[in-house]
């Protein structure tokens, strides 16, 4: 029996006045889920957000919150049930750092002692140092404002996480890596987060299920990411996702079939993997050193495959390991080769071609096994 979904809209609806902001959402969000609510700006995504934890008030319908409806206990409780992380963080400036991340435990009648001994453990957790506990909100950069607000919502110790557009104010740098570090917490607490943004990337990367709201305040589409790039389920999804979703769809795509060639491999054509301490260090060609491209990571996607290729000034791809030591170089042909496969593995079709690993590129077959990681 499937379990009970930590969060369920029935026919919900919000107007203001004759204005219908959200209309008829029918919607079960899974318990231990990712589920990101994507859409243009006025569709009605931060609005639902809000409605779960009664910062907005639903007009018609029923929220079910953990299986109980969310109008049956006070707001104040309701929302001290669950995190809570706004854009910009929303921190108290007149406090400092510790003591925003002990505010809901100290409301929930947590002491004093305690409270500040978790949220320390809870700067570890969000990957800040334990010396910024004593700044205020004024002293930090915007990356360190958000973690600091990821804890302060983690604080309250629940099962639901609450998340609006929080990373949409921050540099792409600092941006992915706070992705990353959601992701990477997520692994750890398994609890159900509902993440609002308007990015379609950041929704393909962060979620495991997606909500595509439309104008009017509808969901035109709910599934998986791969479910809503491989078949939109309108006109209006497929423009949406965009042009370049066969591009994001091979995010779900393992490259273990793509043989990893040796690191001499490019020297025919007269380029030179260039090492430093065994890890690369650009291209040499004609005498030219040039920088690298990106690189594929052992154990990747096809998307970073194709991307280590296309980025690279020599057209060869370079995979490393986790340690970031070069294992091999990918080749053009043998990654586009892969797509195709995908492709049809995808569809569940039978390939009506099957060469062999390096036929038709004008060089030798490698002889390699497909993923085998090559090294140097």
């Known amino acids: 029996m499937a379990a009970a979904p930590a969060i369920e809209f029935r026919s919900v609806t919000k107007k203001y006045g004759d204005t219908v902001v959200v209309n008829n959402l029918n919607l079960s969000i899974p318990r231990g889920s990712i589920t990101v609510f994507v859409g243009p700006s006025g569709c009605g995504k931060t609005t639902s957000l809000r409605m779960i934890n009664r910062m907005v008030e639903h007009t018609g319908g029923e929220i079910l919150v953990r299986g109980e409806a969310n109008t049956s206990r006070p707001a104040h409780e309701l929302r001290r049930s669950m ?16 003591d925003n991340i002990t505010t809901v435990p100290r409301l929930k009648g947590v002491s004093k002692k305690q409270a500040r001994a978790e949220a320390l453990e809870l700067l570890d957790t969000v990957g800040l140092d334990r010396a910024s506990a004593s700044k205020y909100p004024a002293q930090l950069s915007g990356g360190q404002a958000q973690r600091v607000g990821v804890a302060r919502a983690l604080a309250g110790q629940s099962d639901i996480l609450l998340m609006d557009e929080p990373f949409s104010a921050i540099d792409p740098v600092v941006r992915a890596d706070l992705q990353q570090s959601l992701l990477d917490l997520q692994q750890k607490l398994q609890c159900t987060i509902v993440f609002v943004t308007h990015d379609i990337d950041e929704a393909v990367l962060l979620g495991d299920y997606i909500a595509v709201f439309a104008p009017g305040g509808t969901i035109a589409q709910f599934g998986t990411p791969e479910e809503i790039l491989r078949a939109p389920a309108c006109d209006y999804v497929a423009s949406f996702v965009g042009r370049d979703r066969g591009m994001r769809r091979l995010t779900f795509a393992g490259a273990g079939n793509v043989a990893v060639r040796p690191l001499q491999a490019a020297e025919a054509e007269g380029w030179q993997l260039r090492l430093a301490d065994g890890r690369p260090d650009g291209w040499v060609t004609g005498g030219r050193h040039l920088p690298g491209g990106s690189l594929f990571m052992q154990g990747g996607t096809l998307r970073d495959a194709l991307d280590s290729v296309l980025s690279s000034p020599s057209g060869w791809g370079v995979a490393v390991d986790e340690q970031g030591l070069a294992l091999g170089l ?17 569809y569940g079709l039978e390939a009506p071609w099957a060469r062999a690993n390096g036929a038709d590129t004008g060089r030798e077959p490698t002889g390699e096994t497909p993923g085998s990681g090559a090294s140097a």
Not at 330 to 346: C, G, I, K, M, S
Request: glycine share 6%.
């Open 330 to 346: 990918l080749e053009a042909d043998n990654v586009l080769e892969a797509t195709r496969q995908e492709r049809y593995l995808r």
């Open 83 to 98: 995190g809570y992380v706004l854009q910009q963080a929303g921190l108290m400036p007149h406090q400092s750092v510790l």
